[in-house]
């Protein structure tokens, strides 16, 4: 059984950066061919995919938000973290680790984790 479980802080100012963690139990970043996945829904707003990083550990961003977004992984705690700098009120949302077979599929994840709030605001 594959989960996702994401942790990180509630609050972040604005022009700091959000740092999350996604905690993945049940799969490999290795031996899986996947796309391990970051989306964010902001309040009255649809989902919007962020990025991914593949099994192979290539990197994908929105363009949107390409120039602030990092997503890296650490293979032996199996976790991948998603940093967003420079954040304003606009970033707040509930932020989702999920995973993707195919990096454009994203909305037919077939595993997600149960999601995290974060708001921006000082």
């Known amino acids: 059984q594959v989960q996702l479980q994401e942790s990180g802080p509630g609050l972040v100012k604005p022009s700091q950066t959000l740092s999350l963690t996604c905690t993945v139990s049940?799969?490999?970043?290795?031996?899986?061919?996947?796309?391990w996945t970051w989306i964010r829904q902001p309040p009255g707003k649809g989902q919007e995919w962020m990025g991914a990083?593949?099994?192979?550990?290539?990197?994908y961003y929105s363009p949107s938000l390409k120039s602030r977004t990092s997503i890296s992984r650490d293979t032996s705690k199996n976790q991948f973290t998603l940093q967003l700098t420079s954040v304003t009120p606009e970033d707040t949302a509930v932020y989702v680790c999920?995973?993707?077979?195919?990096?454009?599929?994203?909305?037919?994840?077939?595993?997600w984790g149960q999601g995290t709030q974060v708001t921006v605001s000082s």
């Open positions: 990083i593949a099994g192979s550990g290539s990197t």
């Open positions: 049940g799969a490999s970043f290795i031996t899986d061919n996947y796309y």
């Open positions: 999920a995973r993707a077979d195919d990096v454009t599929d994203w909305a037919n994840a077939d595993y």
